[in-house]
């Protein structure tokens, strides 16, 4: 029998080889349970909140803009882009708080900055698909519509947003941590991507000059790609998955680099 003070034993071989997926699901339960377990009705209402603004928001913009640039229902085409829209915000802005956000939990050598980033991930990604999907279904019910749906369309376009968002978040994950001030700076910088990144119109509906330079805007793609998996008539010809996945990469394998190269300055801020 081992003393008392002799060191715990070394885990068998093996026992580690699940180790990043109990840390990953340890993290989404307390994000969950601190983002929503102090409220009453816990997840519900991170489902009910963001699908009540949207749903307001859409009834609002249809009674403005009655004719849809495609389809007959405005609702469901402002949800085509607002969804990808939220998917993206949503990543992004989580993302960006992972580190700050674990701090503490990131002081033992099991949990990494990429093990709190993809909690974050995981839990934004859940949430806003499960929105989107109760959002979709209640427009098409209740309106009576008849849609001939492209799952493999829904889901790229729902990747394309989620990934857009990682990428960017990873980066400022780091950037807010190095320069605070950044971050009141990307929000101004920001703002306006709500009103250009093709919510309410289409690519091609756009002005040529505008187009060159929408085309450079990732989420614009995500939205097109979101609509031709509900609107079989639409056919988008402009996307390129190359430059949204490459950018995305890009972006998140710089930040992901970055904050575990940084990770002790990041956590010490």
């Not at 249809?62 to 990808?84: C, E, K, V």
């Not at 674990?102 to 859940?126: C, E, Q, R």
């Not at 990732?218 to 010809?237: C, E, K, L, W």
Request: proline residues 6%; charged residues 10%.
């Amino acid at each position: 029998m081992a003393s008392a003070s002799s060191p715990p034993s070394l885990p068998a071989p093996g026992r580690p080889r699940f180790q990043r997926l109990r840390v990953l699901f340890a993290l989404v339960v307390r994000e969950m349970n601190v983002k929503f377990g102090r409220s009453s009705g816990g997840y519900f209402w991170a489902i009910a909140q963001p699908l009540g603004g949207i749903m307001l928001l859409s009834i609002a913009f249809s009674l403005a803009l009655r004719t849809p640039p495609i389809g007959t229902s405005f609702l469901l085409f402002y949800a085509t882009g607002i969804i990808p829209f939220t998917m993206y915000q949503a990543m992004a802005g989580g993302v960006s708080g992972a580190i700050a956000s674990n701090k503490g939990l990131l002081n033992y050598p099991v949990v990494s900055v990429l093990d709190a980033i993809f909690a974050k991930f995981v839990l934004n990604f859940m949430t806003v698909t499960l929105v989107g999907l109760l959002l979709f279904w209640g427009i098409i019910t209740f309106q009576g519509l008849h849609v001939t749906l492209d799952p493999a369309m829904l889901v790229l376009g729902t990747v394309m947003a989620s990934a857009i968002g990682l990428g960017v978040g990873a980066l400022n994950c780091v950037l807010f941590g190095f320069f605070p001030t950044w971050k009141n700076v990307w929000a101004v910088l920001t703002r306006p991507l709500f009103i250009v990144s093709g919510i309410f119109f289409t690519f091609e509906s756009a002005p040529k000059a505008f187009q060159e330079v929408l085309w450079y805007n990732p989420i614009t793609h995500a939205i097109a790609v979101m609509r031709a998996g509900i609107f079989a008539v639409y056919d988008p010809q402009f996307i390129s998955l190359p430059y949204v996945f490459g950018l995305s990469g890009g972006l998140f394998v710089a930040g992901a680099w970055l904050a575990r190269r940084h990770a002790g300055y990041l956590i010490d801020q």
